[in-house]
């Protein structure tokens, strides 16, 4: 759960800063990708250098960068992270956290963020005791974010007592319950079609289609990032799925049946993306045909209908089917909806600029089985895959 996630780690300046090194290493060894951003204080405890090599990415710790000019932009790097992780937190950044005060990279990224804040203080007994440190743990628990209590046990002072940052394993063992637990999808099995299917004419050529197989692949991966163990029946495409999802490559619209068919007894979701062929060749020549004549014509007979197939054989799946329509868009995706016994369908438009095959964003209208329409915005194939996702999550 923590593969492809974006952890932006915000490391203050504190003896226990030198466990910020190990923090890195555990979430990238999970797949994880971490930038690092640095107090000015931090620096004098850890090397950006440790980190960087560690991370396999720049560490900031200033706004700008004075011998390239560039500047590092707090908001963006709010945004990128999924998540963010202050370890150690001193008693200075949080209550500069708690009372928005924003004099320094991380100050500012913090305030930039509307993703989850997971907090680690590091500090003497005697700080961490102090009301004034533990109405401002308050204060950020009361802006949502997540407090990683410290542990009890001997402090750089010579003292021992509360106060010593959570070690490694363990902030990294806390996160990922944590997102475990906001795995709505966990223990579901899901299966998905993704990309075009070809129709043989000959052993060299066949009937397409222009599907990438993107939108399918998003999903597929949206749904794992959910909790799901993932089953993706793909058509011809360029593209890789990420580790831990199975992926059965098929050619013709038959095998995809045939595919689906033995998986979908076992799933508990389904979603047809793929573009699957509604003809395909009546026969397929076992030569290469030569064209020795003027005119050349192929009779096609209809493919099997997967989606329909699998809306008669449902019984507790909740079953997502596409609808790619030019005209009367609505009405043609709720014959869909309803002929193929579906929970929902998703209806894009070729009509609207961006959506569709080939291009990297979509812009959806979710129609469920009550009829129920929300109409999306265009964005990211990627986005859109969170917003199916979501909708099945939210049936589930
Ligand atoms: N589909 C399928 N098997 C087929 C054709 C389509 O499973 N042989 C699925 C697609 O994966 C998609 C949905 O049916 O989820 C709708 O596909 P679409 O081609 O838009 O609709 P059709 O029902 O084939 O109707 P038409 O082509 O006439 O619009």
Not at 254 to 281: G, H, R, W
Request: glycine share 6%; proline share 3%; aromatic share 6%.
């Amino acid at each position: 759960m923590l593969k492809d996630k974006n952890i932006l780690l915000g490391v203050c300046g504190s003896i226990a800063s030198y466990k910020s090194a190990e923090i890195v290493r555990l979430f990238v060894k999970a797949g994880a990708n971490v930038k690092v951003v640095m107090t000015k204080d931090a620096t004098s405890f850890i090397t950006p250098l440790t980190l960087s090599t560690l991370s396999k990415n720049q560490v900031y710790s200033t706004y700008a960068n004075t011998e390239t000019g560039t500047w590092n932009n707090h908001v963006e790097l709010a945004l990128w992270a999924d998540f963010i992780l202050i370890a150690p937190a001193t008693a200075n950044s949080l209550a500069k956290f708690a009372n928005g005060i924003c004099d320094n990279l991380l100050t500012a990224v913090y305030l930039s963020a509307k993703c989850n804040v997971y907090v680690a203080p590091a500090m003497d007994l005697d700080m961490w005791k102090h009301k004034s440190t533990q109405n401002n743990i308050e204060k950020l628990k009361s802006y949502a974010n997540i407090i990683i209590a410290p542990s009890n046990g001997e402090l750089a002072s010579g003292l021992h007592g509360e106060g010593r940052l959570a070690e490694p394993q363990e902030i990294f063992n806390f996160i990922a319950n944590d997102l475990g637990a906001s795995q709505p999808l966990k223990n579901k099995k899901a299966l998905v079609t993704a990309g075009p299917t070809f129709e043989a004419i000959d052993p060299v050529r066949f009937i397409g289609n222009h599907s990438s197989g993107k939108m399918g692949y998003a999903i597929a991966k949206e749904l794992q990032k959910q909790g799901a163990e993932v089953t993706l029946i793909s058509g011809p495409t360029s593209l890789t799925a990420p580790d831990g999802i199975k992926v059965v490559n098929i050619t013709s619209a038959s095998e995809m049946l045939y595919a689906c068919q033995k998986a979908f007894n076992t799933t508990d979701i389904c979603v047809m993306s793929a573009a699957v062929a509604d003809y395909t060749p009546q026969e397929v020549a076992s030569q290469k045909i030569k064209k020795n004549t003027d005119e050349f014509s192929i009779n096609l007979k209809k493919t099997t209908d997967i989606l329909f197939t699998l809306g008669e054989a449902k019984k507790n799946q909740i079953l997502v089917g596409f609808a790619l329509e030019t005209n009367n868009e609505e009405e043609n995706a709720i014959t869909k909806l309803q002929r193929k016994n579906l929970d929902f369908i998703v209806l894009n438009s070729l009509n609207d600029s961006g959506a569709g095959f080939k291009t990297n964003t979509n812009k959806i209208t979710i129609i469920d089985k009550n009829l129920v329409k929300t109409e999306f915005i265009l964005k990211s194939k990627e986005e859109v895959a969170k917003d199916i996702c979501n909708k099945v999550a939210s049936l589930i």
